[in-house]
């Protein structure tokens, strides 16, 4: 059942002959036609409850002060962690945030490769409200 348009679905796939694309799921699966199949998509919005992401601005040293900040000061601005290598830890662009990073900004993507940003070029895609890449964390205080 969908709450809000961008969240995760979850159901039952329809009965043989129902629908064409379940169909299609169904036979890529190996299903029996009378096999009860459920599923759940990923959700593409920030969870409820979760803090709505400050403003970005285009200023490229406001990009550069991000560097500076720890993760808590990093998740109060909406940013939210992927993963910890050691004391490193990536913190995840907000999705509102794709149209304000500056063109050739150094990013880290979700898979550990840092490669700088291209508008248009670089995946906007978004996940629990999130981009595939931001910054790590700064191990120290926030500035």
């Known amino acids: ?3 809000r348009n961008g969240d995760s679905v979850t159901g039952i796939l329809p ?3 129902a629908d064409e694309l379940a169909d299609k799921i169904r036979d890529a699966l190996g299903a029996t036609p009378d096999e009860k199949i459920n599923f759940t998509t990923p959700q ?3 969870p409820a409850g979760e803090p709505v992401p400050a ?3 285009r200023d490229r040293e406001w990009w550069n002060d991000l560097r500076l900040m ?3 000061a990093l998740k109060e601005l909406g ?3 992927w993963d910890a290598v050691e004391d490193d830890v990536l913190m995840l662009f907000p999705g509102e945030w794709y149209d304000q990073i500056p063109t050739g900004y150094s990013i880290v993507s979700i898979s550990g490769s840092t490669k700088s940003f291209d508008p248009g070029v670089t995946d906007s895609d978004i996940r629990f409200g999130c981009l595939p890449y931001g910054i790590i964390a700064s191990k120290g205080e926030s500035k």
């Open 1 to 3: 059942m969908r709450d």
């Open 15 to 17: 009965p043989l002959g």
């Open 44 to 46: 593409f919005i920030r």
């Open 55 to 57: 403003m970005a601005v």
């Open 70 to 72: 720890d993760k808590i």
């Open 79 to 81: 940013m939210r962690a």
